[in-house]
């Protein structure tokens, strides 16, 4: 439980956040925000406001409990998801931000349609505002509640309520700008507060002889903690499947979320130019090289100090417990501000999706243009309510609500990635192809999970992914159509700045090190 310390460090960060979400919100005395305003910040963010930000609206409740869980149960191997996060920020920074950033679009679905036509923008925006609401927004929602009843004993309900308040209390009027600006708060106190109890959980393994003797012996305590790469008579092999986890799936996943996830991809959207949005994707890239010492260094610890906990789960709230007070009120704060910016930067995103891909179609474009930052607000606030009163509904009864909803987005993964690399790469696909791909990975993922159960879900999402270019490109062969909406890749300077490849560089090389040492 927390202290009255505590408490005041928490309510001393919610006001702060609260406070500079409204300053940086302001405007020029005569300005009303407009849609550009609203939805991407005047397209004005600098670099450091942008990697701040992806790291922010990635890591939430989910992320910090579940990865130290995963950490606790199976070890570092776990940490794949972060590392190779890494690099794949890098491939999306040099090859799929100057596609998007040349068409001007505000979301992901406006590039559908640009490219392909209405029924793809529409079936695609329609697809993620129900997954948003309905999977994204209430995960976090839940299992935030989860955390915070865990660790200071606040009511699920109540829990649940406050956050969605809070959320929406400061970034409604700002938009994506209060968001993203205050998301640098956000990072810092998350980096402060996971290095903090990482430090002091080092110092109880070692007993006190410092830090690197803690991780010595960690290593020397847990050695199979330590293995990157899960052999096939692992129990946890079908989580993580070896040599697969480099080379197949995993990529899907990541230049998925990554890439063309609304939700990530609109802080890059926002940049003032390409190479401004490419510096910001480097410095996430290295901030997410750091963040396995936040989310699943302290669950491998907790394993050495206590290999008895009732689930793996219970790794994090448990390594609270043994921080001293005001500091277990800064790492509660700082995963209340992993909560509440995830939970922002989705009602953004949803509002975003709504407003400019769907609402079009169903008012007149005169009263859109007088209405359409309203719009938006209107529809944040209505999602977070919808997603409040759904919570508990929905994901009370699972277990384990994270895994399940990585299996049901990972339904649709391939055929996400699929239409979109081929409609950046590749000139000839067309929209019907495009849209059977994606209706092929939902029934493929369902056909295969039931007719072949034993199939590692990653190693299933990247055969679906294949599967689904097949469909794509047999079609667009077997019915040609002109397809005006195509960008020449020739058209695209994929040139990035000498910092940018050095940054690349420098993140490959830490990575092969890493792998090399724990493989």
Known sequence: MLSSLDIT?????????????????????????DASDYFLAGKSLPWWAIGASLIAANISAEQIIGMSG???????????????????????????????????????????????????????????LGVYVFVNLTSILWLGALAINTVAGVDLTLGLVLLGLFAVSYSLYGGLKAVALTDIVQVVLLVAGGLMIAVILLEKVSGGTGVLNGFVTLMDTVPDRFDMILAKDHPHYMSLPGISVLIG????????????????????????????AQKGIAFAAFLKLLMPLIVVLPGIAMFALNADLATPDQAYPSAMALLPTGIKGLVFAALLAAIVSSLASMCN????????????????????????????????????????AAAQPLLGNFDQAFQYIQEFTGFFTPGIVAIFLLGMFWGKTTATGALLAAVG???????????????????????????????????????????????????VSFATSTGFNAAAVVVTCILAFFYVTWW
């Open 9 to 33: 460090i928490v309510a001393i960060y919610a006001i702060a956040l609260f406070g500079l979400a409204q300053w940086v919100s302001r405007e020029k005395p005569g300005h009303e925000k």
């Open 70 to 128: 995963s950490g606790y149960a199976i070890g570092l191997a776990i940490a794949s998801y972060e590392w190779m996060a890494a690099i794949t920020l890098i491939l999306v920074g040099k090859f799929l931000l100057p596609v998007f950033l040349k068409t001007g679009i505000y979301t992901m679905p406006q590039f559908l349609e640009q490219r392909y036509d209405h029924r793809v923008r529409t079936v695609m925006a329609s697809f993620w």
């Open 249 to 276: 799936g995993m990529w899907v996943m990541n230049v998925s979320y990554w890439g063309f996830n609304q939700y990530i991809i609109q802080r890059a959207l926002a940049a003032k130019s390409v190479s401004e």
């Open 349 to 388: 995103s949803i509002s975003t999706i709504f407003t400019v891909d769907l609402l079009p179609s169903m008012v007149s474009k005169d009263w859109l243009d007088r209405n359409l930052v309203f719009s938006g607000r209107l529809t944040a606030l209505v999602a977070m309510a919808i997603a409040m």
């Open 441 to 491: 990975s939902a029934v493929l993922s369902l056909a295969m999970k039931l007719l072949l159960p034993a199939l590692p879900f990653i190693d299933r999402v990247g055969i679906v992914f294949l599967l689904c270019v097949a469909i794509a490109v047999v079609w667009s062969l077997a019915r040609p159509q002109p397809q005006p909406g195509y960008i020449e890749p020739s058209g």
